[in-house]
Every structure is written in structure tokens, then in C-alpha cells.
């Protein structure tokens, strides 16, 4: 048996770095959140880079066509997955912190054999039910062979979860960081002559092309890490049959996650037309997804190791309250900036023509902050593998969203739909508080608090100030606000970590030493 090429460790060891981690967390969790921070802004520069030039080549209609498509195709794999980049990294973090080889090497077998599966019937569905897809989406049957030509996304999305579960799982986190910013890179050079050439008729083979370097970039590195081999005895189909069952109340949840953005682009399309769809999308992209993508560690570095903590108790409440802090901490003073600064970031990013959708943006990026506070709390339903509360949770929140985004863009249009993303998230983070202290014990700390008192009115105040025509005085308030948040979390920040000392003692060995 070909075993996974993982470096020699043992159980003593494994116990020596989950000590380290729980005296040093905050360094760990700041080290980490750096490491993909900056991979990250590399990726959102040259995704930027990108969208400047489709958005440029496409328009507001184009990006709107893209966006359907994609939403649609998301919505199809979500379905079609069982939550196996969830519970695939689960599985494979207990035999992992165990220190079980043999168990790694069985449940990454399991993992691939259930993830071809998947992919296969993920690919028939799309294709079954590309007629409906292209009705409901579009209104009409003119986009069904699109949709089967994009079947192919949904069973290579899949594999990648697969993948990128082994990768996290085991650790590997600046490859698979490193994988991130070359499928942002891929993903430039494929769509952009594609576009250039062919307009909107090549958004359907550029986005297939996109899954497909998505998928060779990580089977790459995980296959490095557990070479790949043919084994699809029954005994793997019996042993993940328990990871898919699991995987059923994900089923649902991705689809209320998909299903949101579906049905919202969707309705949006029905009744007022693409060009405003490509605004929406616009708005949501400048937002939700860029600034989210500072999130990412916690995806790849904190739920692998909340997962690890087998008991709730002091250990499990403490590890999610310092997750908390260092995200709150770290993407507020970013939060301050993106505000101030988006009526130059929009036009400079994409066009002129995207500027209607900059109220939008602004008032969802206060939203960010209460999604910083409970993306933390969210995946403790995810690490205990309490399926039943993530769908409950996943389903209250869809609602929410679709009904509150729907209502504002009638009411106020885009500005509406940005008051309705907002006020979700405010009522969904409140939600989680007593939803994860009846459940799990959970409570914020008081030092979550004390952040949430400072950092939270400057940010109110930050967009207060995107009312004052005055360019003088609109500069001067905004940069001085931008400047306190900053000072404030780089002070807290220096006191809760190490790391600090450590970059000062390294930049000291670096200075030239004189003689006496």
C-alpha cells in the first residue's frame, strides 16, 4: 500500500504542537490569517486586475450573464457535493490528531472514491436539468445547451472538494494558499484573450476552462501529498456512507446558500434586466466576496483545528473567542478604508458605468463586521457535526436574506438590497449568540466586547461621512478614521502577541554589525 507522503510524526509530537497552539493561539491564529491575508491580497490584485478587463470587454450585461451562470452552476454543485469538503476534512482531522497513518491513508481512499461518485452524478444532474435551469433562471429555453455544457464545472468543482479537504486536513496550508493564487493567475490569462476575442460567446468554455485549472492546480498538490490510486472496493463505499449521511443536511444547506444567490440574480434578471443583475453582482463581489476572502483562514486553518477539540468546555469556547478577536481586530481598520475609499476603488477596479452600484457597496461593508463575529460562532456547528443545527441555522439565514435583500431593492433599489444584506446579517449574528450559548454553552468574552465598543462606531461613523460632499473635509474625517482603527487594533494586537518582538529581534539581525 503507497501511504501518504507525510512527514515523520507521532502522537507525542501532535500533542507538543496542540500545547503550542493553545499557549500561543493568538500569535498562531495572526501568524496564519497573514500567511493567507497575503497570498489573498495578491489574489484579490490580480482577480481586480481581471474583472477591470472583462468587466471593460463585457460590460454590466456580460458580468450579469456571468454571474447567472455561475450562480446557477454553484447551486448544482452545492446539491450534488453531500457537504464532502466538510465533512471530508473531518474525517480525515481525527485520524490526523491521532496520529493514525493507516487511518489517513483509509480515509483519503474513502474521500476519493465518494468524491468521483458525486462528481458523476452532480454532472447527470446539471445535464437533466439544464431545460428548467434555463427557464427559471432566464425565462425562457434559449440557455439549455449552455447549461449542459456547463455540466462539466459541477463534477470538477467537486473533485477539487475533495482535494482541498485532503490539503487542509493534513495541514498543508501555504500550498494550498500558493493553489489559490495560481488559479487567481489561471484565471486571468484563460479569460481575458477568450473575452477579448469571442465577447459573451466565450463565457461558457472560459468558465469550464476555469474549473478545470482549478481542479489540476489541487489534485496536483494533494496527489503529491497521497498519490492517487485506483480503489473502489465496496469496503470504501460502506465506510463513507456515514460522511454522506452526514453530508444530506449540507445537501440542503449549500442549496439555501446557492439557492440565495440564485433566486435573488435570478429575480433580479425577471424584472428589471442583466445589466442591473451586473451591477448587483458588482456590488457583491467589491464586498462580500473580496473583503470575505480575508476570511479564508479560517476555513483552511481554524476549522481544522476547532474540529481537533473533542470536548465543549474552556479549551472550545476559548479557541473560538480568540478567533473572534484577531479577525474582528485584523479586518476592521480594512473595513474603515474600503468605505472611505470606494468611490476611487469602484471606477478604478471596474468602470464608470459601475458607479450607480457604489451606495451599495458602502453600506454593505458594515456588514462585514458582524460577519466577522459570526463566521467563528457558525462553524462550531460545522466542527461538532451537528448537521440538524447547520441546516436550521443555513435555513433561518437564507430566508432572511432573500426576503430583506428582495424587499430592499424594491423599496430603495440597489441601496435597498445592500440595507437588506446589512440588517441580515445584524439579525442573524444576534441569532447565533443565544442560538450558540443554549446549544453549546458558547458566550463572546468581555475583551470581544470591549473591540466591538471601539471599533464598530468608527466604522458607522466612516460611512456617515460618505454624506459629505465637501472633498476636503470628507478626505480629512475619513483618513483621520482610518488612522485611529488602525492604531487601535495594532496596539491590541502587539500586546496579545509575540510576534511583534519577533519581527523587531529579526529586522535587528538583519542591520550591519560594526566592530568596536
Same mark, same amino acid.
Given at each position: 500500500?503507497?501511504?501518504?507522503?507525510?512527514?515523520?510524526?507521532?502522537?507525542?509530537?501532535?500533542?507538543?504542537?496542540?500545547?503550542?497552539?493553545?499557549?500561543?493561539?493568538?500569535s498562531h491564529i495572526l501568524k496564519?490569517?497573514?500567511?493567507?491575508g497575503g497570498v489573498q491580497a495578491l489574489s484579490i490584485g490580480v482577480a481586480l486586475v481581471r474583472n477591470k478587463l472583462v468587466s471593460l470587454i463585457l460590460g454590466p450585461g456580460g458580468m450579469g450573464l456571468v454571474s447567472l451562470f455561475n450562480s446557477t452552476v454553484s447551486l448544482v454543485s452545492d446539491a450534488s457535493s453531500f457537504g464532502i469538503g466538510i465533512s471530508a476534512v473531518q474525517k480525515i482531522s481525527k485520524a490526523y490528531d491521532d496520529g493514525d497513518t493507516d487511518g489517513i491513508v483509509h480515509s483519503v481512499s474513502t474521500i476519493r472514491y465518494w468524491s468521483s461518485i458525486l462528481a458523476l452524478l452532480g454532472t447527470m444532474l446539471c445535464i437533466i436539468l439544464s431545460p428548467f435551469l434555463s427557464w427559471f433562471t432566464?425565462?425562457?429555453?434559449?440557455?439549455?445547451?449552455?447549461?449542459?455544457?456547463l455540466s462539466p464545472i459541477v463534477g470538477l468543482t467537486i473533485l477539487s472538494l475533495g482535494e482541498t479537504a485532503i490539503i487542509k486536513a493534513l495541514r498543508k496550508l501555504r500550498r494550498?494558499?500558493?493553489?489559490?493564487?495560481y488559479n487567481i493567475v489561471g484565471a486571468l490569462i484563460v479569460s481575458v484573450p477568450i473575452y477579448y476575442f469571442w465577447g459573451t460567446k466565450g463565457i461558457v468554455p472560459t468558465l469550464v476552462l476555469m474549473s478545470l485549472i482549478q481542479f489540476l492546480l489541487t489534485a496536483h498538490v494533494s496527489y503529491s501529498l497521497c498519490p492517487f490510486r485506483w480503489n473502489f472496493s465496496r469496503a470504501l463505499f460502506h465506510d463513507g456512507l456515514g460522511m454522506i449521511k452526514l453530508g444530506m443536511a449540507f445537501v440542503v444547506a449549500g442549496i439555501f446558500t446557492s439557492g440565495t444567490d440564485f433566486l435573488i440574480r435570478s429575480y433580479i434578471n425577471n424584472v428589471v434586466g442583466l445589466d442591473m443583475v451586473g451591477l448587483y453582482n458588482a456590488g457583491i463581489m467589491m464586498t462580500l466576496t473580496y473583503v470575505g476572502m480575508v476570511f479564508s483562514a479560517m476555513d483552511t486553518d481554524y476549522f481544522p483545528r476547532l474540529s481537533g477539540i473533542k470536548n465543549l468546555g474552556v479549551t472550545f469556547n476559548t479557541t473560538v473567542n480568540r478567533q473572534i478577536e484577531m479577525m474582528f481586530l485584523l479586518v476592521s481598520p480594512m473595513l474603515v478604508a474600503f468605505i472611505i475609499f470606494l468611490p476611487v476603488i469602484l471606477p478604478l477596479l471596474y468602470s464608470g458605468k459601475f458607479l450607480p452600484v457604489l451606495g451599495m457597496s458602502q453600506v454593505v461593508v458594515l456588514a462585514m463586521y458582524f460577519r466577522a463575529l459570526e463566521i467563528p460562532i457558525e462553524y462550531i456547528t460545522l466542527a461538532r457535526g451537528d448537521s440538524?443545527?447547520?441546516?436550521?441555522?443555513?435555513?433561518?439565514y437564507a430566508i432572511l436574506f432573500v426576503g430583506l435583500v428582495i424587499l430592499g431593492f424594491n423599496c430603495l433599489g440597489l441601496v435597498?438590497? !445592500?440595507?437588506?444584506?446589512? &440588517?441580515?446579517?445584524?439579525? @442573524?449574528?444576534?441569532?447565533? +449568540?443565544?442560538?450558540?450559548?443554549?446549544? *453549546? !454553552?458558547?458566550?463572546?468574552? &468581555?475583551?470581544?466586547?470591549? @473591540?466591538?465598543?471601539?471599533? +464598530?462606531?468608527?466604522?458607522?461613523?466612516? *460611512?456617515?461621512?460618505?454624506?459629505?460632499?465637501?472633498?476636503?473635509?470628507y478626505w480629512s474625517l475619513g483618513l483621520v478614521l482610518s488612522a485611529v482603527s488602525t492604531a487601535i487594533s495594532l496596539n491590541i494586537i502587539r500586546k496579545r502577541t509575540n510576534l511583534w518582538d519577533k519581527f523587531r529581534e529579526r529586522f535587528k539581525s538583519k542591520l550591519p554589525k560594526h566592530g568596536k
Open positions: 500500500m503507497r501511504k501518504c507522503k507525510i512527514k515523520k510524526f507521532n502522537v507525542r509530537f501532535i500533542r507538543e504542537m496542540s500545547k503550542k497552539e493553545r499557549t500561543d493561539s493568538y496564519y490569517t497573514g500567511l493567507f432566464f425565462s425562457w429555453n434559449g440557455h439549455t445547451l449552455h447549461f449542459i455544457c494550498l494558499a500558493m493553489v489559490s493564487f440538524k443545527s447547520y441546516l436550521l441555522i443555513q435555513g433561518i435597498g438590497a !445592500g440595507v437588506g444584506v446589512t &440588517s441580515t446579517t445584524v439579525i @442573524y449574528f444576534v441569532f447565533m +449568540l443565544f442560538f450558540a450559548r443554549s446549544r *453549546y !454553552g458558547f458566550h463572546l468574552s &468581555s475583551s470581544v466586547g470591549v @473591540y466591538i465598543a471601539v471599533q +464598530l462606531p468608527l466604522g458607522l461613523l466612516a *460611512y456617515a461621512v460618505t454624506f459629505i460632499h465637501n472633498p476636503l473635509v
